[in-house]
């Protein structure tokens, strides 16, 4: 390997059209007037966008690219791109020249009628059009293909309506924005003059030996092992979580982040999670819609970057049973463009009325809202992890931590809040080691909804997903609770009064939301239902919140989704969720067909060989007959299991397409998966190692 010295600082950055860019590039008059747009939100005129798309095009040329794309994320769950060179027509002395005009810049018309839309389109009004997110920065992506300009856009139909991820994100920042505005105004806030959220997701992801990877049919169709038996280590040693990264690994992590800094994603932290080949990588926060890109962006980097390493990135929440699988923590703040974060308590919180109230309007919205919220992180994958003791249970609630916890019980008990519990200091009973001053709130890791600090955590998140939706839900949901104790305070003759009473008011009705104890145990899901909270179990149970008269009126009243919109949603929702467990259900039974039965009948073969040969020679053969019947045993309920798999996988298909269907496959295709599993795996356990068909757990987790 060589030791050749990468300067951080020169390169992050170096293949995005970032502000030094643009200041360098453009005229003074076209960078004012795209970082007013950009400020602003305003549109951009032709001409403006005509002098931008010159200067990008110069600017990537001359980090050799040939081609541009309109770069963007349908509701496919991955990102989507068409690329056009930058040629023109051949002039008549056989030449080209290297064009592209504001209008390619800000839109597009990828067609794309294959995508999903939930019925939005027909193939034959199939016109779907792409449109520059100039808050989010062009760049440069290198790879086999060469140098490609990528454009952040939106993607969205003829009509209007959002086909992506983007758009009803961009929506959503738009009404958080305008209601947390009204608040921090009736604050005497008049500096301020806007205020984005904040988001920074940690990534969780498995890497596994390509090699390996290649000989299972599950992992390259379905992402997940469909079988399986344990090793007899597993993670319960916690010698990987946090351990030093072994060398193959940390070479993939060396070129991971120095890929990422060039298109200037701020990767920060890195470590080995709980699983054996399991890691972590988290960025700097960012605002919303640029996380989501530079999200999807370190997912594909992953990819990519592994394969370089001979090895496989996975990404499902689940590959492999009995051991974590991964998600995405969600971290949220509202931040101003003066840099105040409106969910930093300071020092004396309950002195904080603002913050109060915030806090407040956030269990609000959260109490109300949670079952769009568990909806925002469902996905086929997730159904393995939500509630199985290694992720939040399915039951939304929020840690608050003993500080505001406190607060908030003073707050309920006697309507006033008079002080605030200190950290105070942390002793090491060490001499030579400092006294560290303690955090006022300590961490609770089986909380979906955690505050920590200064910002919100949602734990609940798939680590394929992408974060758009969730961030869409928490940016509306809140913003709803913003504006309605807006309404009440901007009609008041004593504030401080109204303040106090509206504070009072929602922690009172929302208290049940609030849950500080462990998430994991048996006693708070009859704690849980006794307070009526929804335990949400799996995909199919939590699509239908998307369509409720309630979320179609919070959904309408800030612009983020129409009706429609919300019921295409849902339906490509149940759609996903059909596609992927019957892809899941034909990769087994291809599996157990052709692969493992074969297998088991020659392995029974010679088991039976030998039983009649060394009985043949006289000895005891109770051990090989043993084990025959054993082996037999198995294999005629892995056949009898298949057959009934393939039955109601094929009457899946005959279902009436959306929720009908993933109904069927959640309540029988996906047992009739599980009772093929338990024999397979028990075969696992006892037949020869060289005559099972494919790299076992312990080849794929332990040997990478
Ligand atoms: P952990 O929760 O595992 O201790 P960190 O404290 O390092 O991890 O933070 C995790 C993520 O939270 C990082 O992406 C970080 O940038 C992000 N983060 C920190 N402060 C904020 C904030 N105010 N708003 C949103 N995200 C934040
Ligand atoms: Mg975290």
């Not at 104790?485 to 922690?507: G, N, P, Q, R």
């Amino acid at each position: 390997m060589s030791a050749e010295l990468v300067k951080v600082a020169d390169i992050f950055g170096e293949n995005v059209f970032n502000d030094t860019a643009m200041q360098e590039r453009l005229p003074k008059k076209v960078y004012k007037n795209l970082k007013k747009t950009i400020e602003e939100g305003n549109e951009l005129d032709l001409e403006t966008a005509d002098v931008i798309a010159h200067e990008m095009k110069e600017w990537a040329i001359e980090k050799g690219a040939t081609h541009y794309t309109h770069w963007f994320q349908p509701l496919t769950g991955v990102t989507a791109e068409k690329h056009d060179s930058f040629i023109s027509a051949p002039l008549p002395s056989g030449k080209v020249l290297m064009s592209f005009s504001g209008k390619e810049l800000i839109k597009g018309e990828p067609d794309a009628s294959s995508f999903p839309s939930g019925g939005l389109r027909a193939t034959f009004e199939a016109r779907g059009y792409t449109a520059w997110d100039c808050t989010s920065p062009a760049f440069i992506r290198q790879d086999a293909a060469g140098a490609t300009l990528c454009i952040p856009t939106a993607f969205c139909s003829y009509k209007g309506e959002a086909l992506d991820q983007k758009t009803p994100l961009l929506r959503s920042m738009e009404a958080i924005c305008i209601q947390s505005m009204r608040l921090l105004r009736l604050f005497g806030n008049t500096t301020s003059r806007k205020v984005t959220p904040s988001v920074g997701p940690e990534q969780e992801y498995f890497l596994v030996d390509a090699n390996k990877f290649l000989q299972r049919k599950d992992l390259i169709y379905a992402g997940r092992t469909l079988f399986g038996a344990m090793p007899p280590k597993g993670q319960e040693m916690d010698d990987h979580y946090f351990g030093t990264i072994r060398q193959r690994v940390a070479a993939f992590m060396k070129d991971l982040n120095e890929e990422l800094w060039k298109v200037g994603v701020s990767a920060k932290t890195q470590h080995n999670e709980v699983a054996p080949a399991q890691h972590e990588l988290a960025p700097i926060y960012a605002p919303a819609n640029i996380a989501v890109d530079h999200n999807q962006l370190i997912m594909q980097t992953m990819k990519r970057i592994a394969c370089r390493h001979g090895m496989k990135c996975l990404l499902h929440e689940k590959p492999f049973a009995g051991v974590n699988g991964s998600g995405k923590h969600n971290n949220w703040s509202l931040v101003t463009d003066d840099g105040i974060n409106m969910l930093e308590p300071g020092k004396t919180p309950h002195e904080n009325m603002q913050f109060l109230l915030v806090l407040t309007c956030i269990l609000k919205a959260v109490n109300k809202h949670a079952d769009l919220l568990r909806e925002s992180a469902a996905d086929p994958g997730n159904d393995h992890r939500l509630g199985a003791n290694e992720a939040p249970p399915a039951i939304i609630s929020v840690f608050l931590g003993e500080q505001l916890g406190d607060v908030m019980e003073q707050l309920i008990s006697t309507g006033e809040a008079t002080h605030s519990l200190k950290g105070g200091k942390l002793e090491t009973g060490v001499k030579t080691l400092p006294d560290l001053a303690k955090d006022a709130t300590d961490r609770n890791r089986t909380s979906p909804f955690a505050f920590t600090g200064n910002k919100f955590e949602f734990r609940m998140v798939g680590s394929r997903d992408s974060i758009a939706a969730p961030n869409v839900v928490l940016n509306t949901i809140v913003a709803e609770a913003f504006a309605e104790a807006c309404d009440v305070l901007e009609e008041t003759d004593d504030f401080d009064k109204a303040v106090h009473d509206l504070i009072k008011e929602y922690a009172i009705e929302n208290q049940r939301i609030v849950f500080n104890g462990d998430g994991y145990s048996e006693a708070w899901v009859a704690e849980a239902e006794r307070r009526g909270l929804p335990n949400i179990k799996s995909m199919v149970e939590a699509i239908p919140a998307m369509t409720t008269d309630k979320a179609v009126e919070l959904f309408e009243k800030f612009c983020v989704f129409t009706k429609v919109e919300l019921e295409s949603r849902a339906e490509i929702q149940y759609e996903a969720y059909a596609k992927a467990i019957n892809i899941e259900a034909r990769t087994m039974i291809d599996m157990a067909s052709k692969q493992i039965i074969p297998a088991i009948m020659k392995y029974t073969k010679t088991l039976a060989d030998t039983v009649l040969s060394v009985k043949e020679a006289g000895a005891d053969v109770s051990v090989q007959s043993g084990l025959l019947s054993e082996v037999s045993g198995l294999l005629v309920e892995t056949k009898t299991a298949l057959e009934a798999l393939i039955k109601v996988t094929d009457e899946a298909a005959e279902k009436e397409e959306g929720a009908v269907q993933a109904n069927f496959y959640h309540d029988e295709v996906f047992p009739a998966m599980e009772a093929l599993r338990a024999p397979v795996d028990r075969l696992e356990m006892i037949v020869d190692k060289d005559v099972w068909p494919m790299p076992s757990y312990g080849d794929l987790i332990f040997e990478v």
